[in-house]
C-alpha cells in the first residue's frame, strides 16, 4: 500500500500510450484569413480538470504538441504549432478554436459556460495573467441582489492580434485583425483592426498603419 508521501510521475511515454485511441481532430476552415464562423463542439470540463494535472508535470514551455494533443481531447479544436505555457487555465464547458501559430503565455485564464466560444484565428499572441472570459451575468436592482442570471457571450480574437499582459477581454469582444492590446487594459468594446488600445477602460490610442 503506497504511503501518504508518494509521488505520482507520468512520463511521456505514459501519457502518450494513454492517448494513443483518441481521434485527432484537425482544425477545419483555418486559412489565411483565419478561423471560419461555425460553431465549434463543447469542451469536457471532467476532461479539463485532468489536463490541469498533466500539465503540472510539463515544463512550462515545453511539450506543446502533447499539451495541445490533450486540449484536442478534451474537445477543443487546435491548428498547427501552437505554444501553451504548462500555467495556462482552461476552465468550463465552452468551445475553444485556436489557430495556426498561436501563443498563450503563463498564467493565462481561458473561461466560459456551455453555448460560448472563444476563437484565437491564426498568429494569435495571448500574454501572461491575461483574462479571457465569455461568462457574466445580468445586473438589476430588482430584488434582494443587484446580481442575476448568468448571461454569456463569444469572444474572437482576429488573425494577427497580440493581446498583452495582464489584460481582460470581457463577453462579447472582437479583437480586429492585427490590433493590439496593452498590458493591463480592459477591453469593453470592439477593437478595430491595426489598432492599439488601452486603458481600463480600454480606449484608442493609435492606429498602427500611421508611421511614428
Known amino acids: 500500500m503506497s504511503s501518504p508521501h508518494t509521488r505520482v510521475v507520468a512520463c511521456p511515454r505514459m501519457v502518450e500510450t494513454v492517448?494513443?485511441?483518441?481521434e485527432v481532430h484537425v482544425l477545419c476552415g483555418t486559412t489565411r484569413s483565419g478561423v471560419d464562423n461555425r460553431r465549434p463542439p463543447i469542451?469536457?470540463?471532467?476532461?479539463l480538470w485532468i489536463i490541469s494535472w498533466i500539465f503540472k508535470l510539463i515544463p512550462p514551455s515545453r511539450g506543446h504538441v502533447l499539451k495541445a494533443r490533450l486540449l484536442r481531447w478534451a474537445g477543443a479544436e487546435i491548428g498547427r504549432n501552437v505554444q501553451i505555457m504548462s500555467s495556462v487555465r482552461?476552465?468550463?464547458d465552452f468551445s475553444l478554436v485556436l489557430g495556426d501559430y498561436c501563443s498563450i503565455g503563463h498564467e493565462a485564464l481561458l473561461t466560459g459556460?456551455?453555448?460560448?466560444?472563444?476563437?484565437?484565428?491564426d498568429h494569435v499572441m495571448v500574454g501572461m495573467r491575461t483574462v479571457l472570459v465569455t461568462g457574466s451575468h445580468r445586473f438589476s436592482v430588482d430584488g434582494?441582489?443587484?446580481?442575476?442570471?448568468?448571461?454569456?457571450?463569444d469572444i474572437r480574437i482576429c488573425g494577427g492580434a497580440a493581446v498583452s499582459t495582464g489584460s481582460i477581454i470581457v463577453p462579447g469582444i472582437t479583437v480586429g485583425r492585427m490590433a493590439h492590446v496593452a498590458a493591463g487594459a480592459v477591453v469593453t468594446r470592439d477593437v478595430p483592426e491595426y489598432c492599439r488600445v488601452g486603458g481600463v477602460p480600454a480606449r484608442h490610442i493609435r492606429d498602427l498603419r500611421d508611421p511614428r
Open 19 to 22: 492517448l494513443q485511441p483518441i
Open 43 to 47: 469542451m469536457s470540463p471532467r476532461r
Open 90 to 92: 482552461v476552465l468550463g
Open 113 to 121: 459556460p456551455r453555448g460560448s466560444s472563444i476563437v484565437l484565428e
Open 144 to 153: 434582494p441582489c443587484i446580481e442575476k442570471e448568468g448571461v454569456s457571450a
